[in-house]
């Protein structure tokens, strides 16, 4: 079970679920058709989708011969890990999305795990319009013990992700991540305004790396906002957040 909770690792609520399901299917020698059901049910309840859910319980039928398909579900799994397109995060993050999507903590969660991996950050606190949103950067930047760069003497954000950039460059930082205020896809000044911070970052380097975050309980609004918003700016990435409604 080790694999499914490594997996899951970051959804306490779906590899629980997903883990007491099959742990009682796994105990069993053969499988029936209400086994496969109840596979079949865990996974789409776990937002696994209908296409990747039919193809793991065709490859259990084709490949399960009374003994190992456990293994025959890790390798399902593992083919569609690997098969994933991997983003190569360039110097300079700009986190964007909407209000309450979750770009500071994904700042710092982010500027966190590039340091585990021996990288040096620096953390651009470019939300100057969302109170308290440098201080919560600031925190986050205390905790990890990464680099903080803010402005508190201006509300443009564009200059002080300028000033952000050129500090990660005369610092020589691995990484600079900048963390954005919330904005409605649908303002068009806002949206002009977030254009400004990449236009004025650019003038500077073009290694940057546009990531959007995304609150996964949305539904379909999802898509229309990742369209919207890369009409403003080349989204490179997403990232997910609230997967377990946390």
């Not at 883990?19 to 996974?43: G, M, P, Q, V, W």
């Not at 305004?193 to 546009?210: A, F, G, M, N, Q």
């Not at 309980?217 to 009409?231: M, R, S, T």
């Amino acid at each position: 079970m080790n694999f499914f909770k490594k997996t899951f690792s970051s959804l306490n609520i779906t590899r629980n679920k997903v883990a007491s399901t099959f742990t009682r299917i796994f105990s069993k020698t053969n499988l029936d058709d209400s086994d496969y059901e109840k596979i079949e049910e865990c996974l789409l309840e776990a937002d696994v989708s209908w296409s990747l859910t039919e193809k793991i319980i065709i490859n259990i039928k084709e490949k399960y011969k009374g003994e190992g398909w456990e293994n025959c579900l890790k390798d399902t799994f593992r083919e569609v890990l690997i098969n994933c397109k991997k983003i190569k995060l360039k110097k300079n993050i700009i986190m964007i999305g909407v209000n309450g999507a979750g770009k500071t903590t994904s700042s710092a969660k982010l500027a966190n795990l590039l340091k585990s991996d021996s990288n040096s950050v620096c953390l651009v606190a470019a939300d100057t319009f969302r109170a308290a949103a440098v201080e919560q950067l600031k925190l986050w930047s205390d905790r990890i013990n990464v680099d903080f760069i803010a402005n508190h003497n201006t509300s443009d954000p564009a200059s002080v992700a300028y000033d952000g950039v050129n500090a990660g460059i005369s610092r020589k930082s691995d990484y600079v991540i900048i963390d954005t205020a919330g904005r409605l896809h649908t303002s068009l000044n806002l949206m002009n305004e977030l254009e400004k911070i990449y236009r004025v970052i650019s003038k500077i380097t073009e290694d940057i790396s546009i990531i959007m975050n995304l609150d996964a309980n949305i539904g379909q609004n999802a898509i229309k906002q990742v369209e919207e918003f890369n009409k403003a700016l080349p989204i490179d990435g997403l990232i997910l957040n609230k997967m377990d409604g946390t």
